[in-house]
């Protein structure tokens, strides 16, 4: 019985660790590490480490996920790629001319690769890392293949490794992905129970600018999950397990726009019911459902059956309960806020529907489940998209000349100053240079701290383990703790990546001697990356932020109009729909992004701060009340309701377009107010009719209510800018 109950626990430890996202990546790369490193050190072909472990480095980076032969076709053309780069590096290497010349526009090509989509931009970047890693070894070799040779099959190693991973255990990533969405989610529903504060003279500013930053994570993480699923249901190729994840998708998107919807001012709630528990009755709600989430998502990647909590259930019978108790009392002045507690109540119920049925998912077969695909298939499309992002408006384009005129003046200070191993000058640059300003100083200096670091700790590892075997066993390690950390902790990373490659080069004899070089070459690339996104091109997002909140109130507009066509039709859960909905909330992470990274920015290049903010919980609040009459909708029966339902929507769709032309600078100003007799209609028949009319009609009212703000905010902003610089609106819209 003890052995029995050893192996058990065994047994479950390791399902626990093998569902873990981060031990399994870095066990896969630890195998692909050791497939390099023991052939080497059992031939005693120690010359070969260096460049087959960077191939691995190099293969590893430019992996996204795909399905298995879009894995296929990535790995193809990764070769292809490496292949041209590091053979025309060797070929060009003792011809400066020709070599500063090459670089320049091999740089600029393999960076505008990104134009095409997310998965040829990491095989561009990892193309032009070969690239200078075969500028590092390439005066250790004599001939023109060895070099490029080993580490194209380190690379092929790392990508076959990859593709035999993925034949085995084909619903990994999705899983994986699904389960970082749910976890996400968790976090989103903790910062929304923090709105329900029963709390006289409580702002929930910060906390509704808080709400509307992370949904920039959640957004990115549904975009990315839908990328992955797309690509395993593409063309009806779809098992019952990526249908199931498909649907557990369709589940997260509908708890996501139900979790964004705002049924009332939570200012308002608070100072009315600031003698009540019912506020806090609702935010254990939804503190347990955020739990619940948590809990699905690690039933996802164990795949294990979800076990529902009955406290989540005992939460949402409390919060009836105190509901209808307040109900019960017949105040006149709670009747609006009582009414949208009810169907906040209806939108945290569904909720509770949807985790405790996740098992088998509530996602009707009738309904419309396609994904839009945005990734460029043909030949043809692919160059179109290259061509079109050809301009100075494109922000790829700026980033691939920032790029490719950095590197080739790192190549010019190499050869001016004779720097045998100067080539990490060209390394740091690649590492550090990035799109904005705000990141690429995010960069340096993370950089610059883990360089230092890496270096302090390897000069006494270098003199504790002298042996070859102890270096290659720390190779392993580092190596594996580099991709470990790479996306949580960079400057941890640049450590890890530091030492791995001081270890390698101890290999050829050289650990000691690459330590000032290594320290000096970070410093010089760091410089020149910082000047070269300070005065090459630069990308400041003050230039970009009127045309994101034009963009951002265009997309909420067009959700709009999807939700009102469906209170006459009827609920349909379409792709047009789902689009419309995803469009809005990527348009408002865009916008919170690009605001966060404008205040990482030199103080002269920021504009309008304190009420860019305001914008953006403006707009996040506009998103709200549509999800929450998107959450609710369904077919009005009324003829009048429905006169009056398209009557309001046509008034606030116009406002919208006004709002959004005042921030293109398409409008001139002032302009009219809204008309108060529709607010005035809003506002005292939203509480007669049915509940789902009064609801609607509530909501209406609401963004009603907040249009003379929003657009008084848009002439504030439009103002400002117009009165410190000239904003070139094509260029906004193009980047």
Not at 6 to 11: F, R
Not at 36 to 51: H, L, R, S
Not at 595 to 614: H, T
């Amino acid at each position: 019985m003890l052995r029995i109950s050893i192996i058990n626990s065994i047994s479950q430890t390791w399902h626990t660790w093998w569902a873990n996202e981060r031990f399994n990546y870095s066990l896969r790369t630890l195998i692909s590490l050791l497939g390099v490193v023991i052939p080497c050190w059992y031939f005693q072909a120690m010359d070969a480490v260096t460049p087959m472990v960077l191939g691995v480095i190099a293969a590893a980076l430019s992996e996204t996920e795909d399905s298995f032969g879009g894995k296929l076709r990535q790995t193809t053309m990764m070769l292809f790629c490496f292949a041209l780069a590091s053979f025309s590096i060797e070929y060009l290497f003792d011809r400066p001319w020709l070599f500063a010349a090459g670089l320049c526009i091999s740089s600029f090509g393999f960076i505008m690769l990104g134009a095409i989509g997310g998965r040829y931009a990491s095989i561009g970047f990892a193309s032009l890392l070969l690239a200078v890693y075969t500028m590092l070894g390439a005066h250790l070799t004599q001939d023109l293949l060895s070099q490029p040779v080993l580490l194209l099959l380190a690379a092929g190693w790392h990508r076959g490794l990859s593709l035999a991973w993925h034949a085995l255990w084909p619903n990994q990533s999705v899983q994986q992905g699904l389960a970082r969405v749910y976890r996400k989610l968790r976090v989103y529903l903790q910062l929304k129970a923090r709105l329900f504060e029963p709390v006289s003279g409580f702002s929930s500013h910060q906390r509704r600018l808080d709400l509307a930053r992370f949904n920039s994570e959640l957004v990115t993480e549904l975009n990315q999950t839908k990328d992955n699923l797309l690509n395993r249901v593409r063309q009806g190729r779809s098992g019952q397990a990526a249908y199931r994840f498909l649907k557990l998708y369709f589940v997260a998107q509908d708890i996501h726009e139900r979790a964004a919807s705002s049924h009332y001012r939570y200012d308002e709630l608070g100072e009315t019911f600031r003698h009540s528990d019912i506020l806090f009755r609702f935010q254990l709600l939804i503190n347990r459902q955020a739990g619940a989430c948590r809990k699905l998502a690690k039933a996802i990647l164990n795949r294990k059956r979800y076990e529902h909590d009955v406290e989540v259930t005992q939460a949402l019978d409390d919060a009836k309960q105190s509901l209808n108790y307040l109900r019960s009392q017949m105040n006149p002045e709670w009747r609006v806020q009582l009414a949208s507690l009810k169907f906040l109540l209806r939108n945290l119920s569904t909720i509770e529907h949807q985790l405790a049925n996740s098992n088998n998912p509530d996602v009707e077969t009738d309904n419309d489940i396609s994904l839009k695909d945005y990734e460029a298939h043909t030949l043809g499309e692919m160059w179109r998209r290259l061509w079109g992002a050809m301009t100075p408006k494109a922000q790829v384009f700026r980033h691939a000349v920032r790029l490719s005129l950095a590197l080739t003046l790192g190549y010019g200070i190499v050869q001016g100053l004779g720097l045998e191993r100067g080539y990490w000058i060209l390394l740091t640059v690649l590492f550090v240079c990035h799109p904005n300003f705000s990141a690429t100083r995010k960069r340096v200096s993370e950089r610059m701290a883990g360089t230092v670091a890496g270096l302090l700790i390897g000069v006494p590892l270098l003199y504790l383990f002298p042996g070859q075997e102890g270096q290659l066993v720390l190779m392993l390690i580092f190596g594996v703790a580099f991709f470990a950390t790479r996306t949580l902790h960079y400057g941890v990373a640049t450590t890890c990546i530091t030492l791995l490659v001081l270890l390698c080069f101890s290999q050829l004899g050289e650990g000691f001697a690459v330590i000032l070089p290594r320290l000096g070459d970070t410093l010089v690339g760091c410089l020149i990356a910082a000047l070269a996104v300070r005065y090459i091109l630069p990308d400041w997002q003050s230039r970009h932020l009127l045309g994101k909140m034009a963009a951002a109130v265009d997309a909420n507009r067009g959700y709009l109009s999807q939700v009102i066509a469906q209170y006459r039709i009827g609920k349909r859960d379409n792709l047009a729909y789902r689009s419309a909905r995803r469009a809005a909330h990527n348009r408002d992470s865009e916008l919170s992004a690009a605001i966060s990274s404008m205040l990482k920015e030199p103080g002269r290049f920021r504009k309008a701060e304190n009420e860019s903010f305001r914008m953006l919980v403006l707009n996040h609040a506009l998103l709200g009340y549509i999800s929450a009459l998107g959450a609710h909708r369904n077919r009005l029966g009324d003829h009048q309701v429905h006169l009056l339902v398209n009557q309001a929507h046509d008034s606030i769709y116009d406002r919208l377009v006004i709002v959004s032309q005042i921030l293109s600078h398409t409008v001139q100003l002032p302009i009219q107010e809204v008309e108060s007799g529709l607010e005035l209609r809003l506002g005292r028949l939203r509480d007669s009719g049915d509940d789902v009319t009064s609801m609607v009609l509530q909501q209406l009212f609401m963004i009603h209510r907040m249009l003379d703000e929003m657009t008084q905010l848009a002439m504030e902003i439009a103002g400002c800018d117009q009165r410190t610089s000239t904003v070139d609106t094509a260029e906004v819209n193009a980047s």
